[in-house]
């Protein structure tokens, strides 16, 4: 970047964030965690699975659900669902057995009698038996490759007694290393102790964990605040129906819309997840904007100026003065080639777009999202533009650099979002619409691209 941070190291463009997001240290220890990677990697240790719409689905062959049950004991299916589903924890958490889940539903119906719980139950292991018996080929395949390449097998399954029998008696079981089936847990998602235990019993920390399942339960927010990455499974998404649909597609989420996709969220695989790259003018919010973008997407954050800082021992305006303008863009040039990453959030220095071989490198692997602000925005947030230690070349003014920039901003941009009339978080939004829809114009899930590179 041009200038110099404060030792807060907060961004000017967004200074009512200040009180909320405190310093900005927050940042360094991000760019610890890049230390991480190798060869360019994410070291995804461990892949942790929800069980029902994502190895197998619920809706395959017969289905007995609520309605089902009230209709073959003949009472309103409204009534029974009300009363079926305030059992639903205990259900869950081990307190009863279907069995004793049903009688206790019916009694409180007065409809109760053996032959009905006996029917109800048989039903639904009936249900479940076709569901079990049609694990879909790809779901087997996909964890024959995770165990070839040494990727420990997690599960995190919110059931009931019948499923788990089912669960543990199917051929997907014995590929699990640890398999946390909430009846037997005594709690259910979204309770984080189930991913705190599931990461302590595989032996990882919870950044070296993929979590991917349909997003039911409030799964995917839980996993994403013990830490995992989370992935919303979509490949069942079309065989729910109403009222029965666990869960909505989540925009704030990666999808997967087939299960071997998975495998381009590893290192092992052949695509690598990418980056988003953003550029702009001085000021402009790279910083502030690229961490939020990486705590929604659970993707790693890079600030290149910090880098840069790191790399030189110097803050940028001392680089400045000991290297001048060409030695400092020498160097700010030698540190985005260094940058070897995937998943990660890099917000660029203003001037990092004149090095040509840097922008190329980049874009192997990234989108590039330019946050563009007006020249009047802009002469608002520089203040003391030789204090802050914008990069000028000779005899350039603002006026000129303005003019210089936008134009290398607009040539290499993949997306283009104005912050004008936008708050913080609809410009947050904006950049994840539009990297989102360009990934899909290019056939590709968003943060993933094919090749070598950043």
């Known amino acids: 970047m041009d200038a110099d941070r404060k030792q807060t190291g907060l961004d000017p463009a967004f200074p009512a964030l200040d009180a909320f997001h405190g310093a900005f240290f927050v940042i360094y220890w991000i760019n610890e965690r890049i230390l991480e990677y190798r060869n360019g990697e994410a070291m995804i240790r461990a892949v942790v699975f929800d069980m029902f719409e994502t190895l197998v689905t619920l809706f395959e062959g017969r289905t007995y659900f609520g309605e089902n049950i009230a209709a073959d004991i003949g009472v309103d299916p409204l009534e029974f669902r009300k009363e079926w589903n305030s059992t639903e924890k205990d259900r869950s958490t081990g307190k009863y057995t279907i069995e004793e889940a049903l009688k206790t539903v019916f009694e409180r119906l007065g409809i109760f009698s053996e032959e009905k719980t006996e029917l109800a139950a048989k039903k639904r292991r009936q249900a479940l038996s076709d569901t079990f018996s049609a694990i879909p080929g790809e779901s087997l395949q ?3 490759k995770l165990k070839a390449n040494g990727i420990k097998i997690g599960l995190v399954t919110n059931t009931f007694s019948d499923e788990r029998d089912f669960i543990r008696e199917s051929p997907l079981f014995p590929y699990f290393d640890a398999a946390l089936i909430s009846f037997e847990q005594g709690i259910c998602k979204p309770d984080r102790e189930l991913f705190r235990r599931v990461t302590e019993l595989l032996d990882v920390s919870p950044g070296e964990c993929l979590y991917v399942g349909d997003g039911g339960s409030g799964e995917l927010y839980a996993a994403r605040e013990a830490g995992m990455h989370p992935l919303q499974c979509t490949w069942f998404h079309e065989r729910a129906f109403e009222p029965h649909i666990p869960c909505r597609l989540l925009d704030e989420f990666e999808h997967a819309d087939h299960p071997f996709d998975v495998l381009d969220h ?15 003018m001085p000021a402009s919010g790279k910083s502030t904007v690229g961490i939020i973008l990486a705590k929604i997407l659970g993707m790693d954050f890079i600030d ?7 790399r030189e021992g110097k803050k940028l305006r001392e680089i400045i003065e000991s290297e001048g303008v060409d030695g400092f863009l020498k160097c700010e040039e030698e540190t985005l080639l260094s940058i070897n990453v995937t998943d990660t959030v890099i917000a660029t220095g203003g001037s990092a777009v004149y090095s040509e071989k840097a922008m190329h490198y980049l874009k192997r692997r990234s989108d590039i999202c330019y946050l563009e602000v007006s020249k009047e925005e802009l002469v608002k947030r520089l203040d003391d533009i030789k204090q802050r230690g914008v990069v000028l070349r000779k005899n350039e003014d603002l006026d000129g650099m303005f003019a210089a920039r936008k134009a290398l901003y607009e040539k290499y941009a993949d997306v283009t979002v104005s912050e004008k009339g936008r708050t913080l978080e609809k410009t947050v939004q904006e950049v994840l619409r539009q990297t989102k829809n360009a990934a899909r114009k290019r056939k590709l899930p968003a943060g993933k691209r094919q090749g070598g590179g950043v």
């Open 142 to 144: 996909l964890l024959k």
């Open 266 to 280: 590893l290192s092992f695989g052949k695509a690598a997840r990418g980056n988003i790259v953003l550029v702009g």
């Open 304 to 310: 290149s100026d910090i880098l840069l800082q790191q």
